[in-house]
């Protein structure tokens, strides 16, 4: 497994963007499945963004405004949030084939 650290969480003003970063402690070429999950207070985990084998699958609640991507030279995943409004609030989680996890990163959105 390898360990994930998550960044680029903050506080924006509805409308606004951000950029979250997933670093991985180890090569991330051989990863199947790298994902972005996020958890609102109150709410189940729910999957935002995926990209597997190539192939990228979005919430439908996300599609048109995140964008996942990642850089097998720079072990490292992006989740490009545009357009944010309240309802993104939440903690974000990057995953590695659904078995490595980071610590997430807190997103808060402003009304």
């Known amino acids: 497994q390898v360990r994930l650290v998550e960044s680029g969480g903050g506080l924006v003003q509805a409308g606004g963007s951000l950029r979250l970063s997933c670093a991985a402690s180890g090569s991330i070429f051989s990863i199947n499945a790298l994902g972005w999950y996020r958890q609102a207070p109150g709410k189940q985990r729910e999957l935002v963004a995926i990209?597997?084998?190539?192939?990228?699958t979005y919430a439908d609640s996300v599609k048109g405004r995140f964008t996942i991507s990642r850089d097998n030279a720079k072990n490292t995943a992006y989740l490009q949030m545009n357009s944010l409004t309240p309802e993104d609030t939440a903690v974000y989680y990057c995953t590695a084939d659904f078995t490595s996890w980071g610590q997430g990163t807190q997103v808060t959105i402003s009304s």
């Open positions: 990209s597997r084998r190539g192939r990228l």
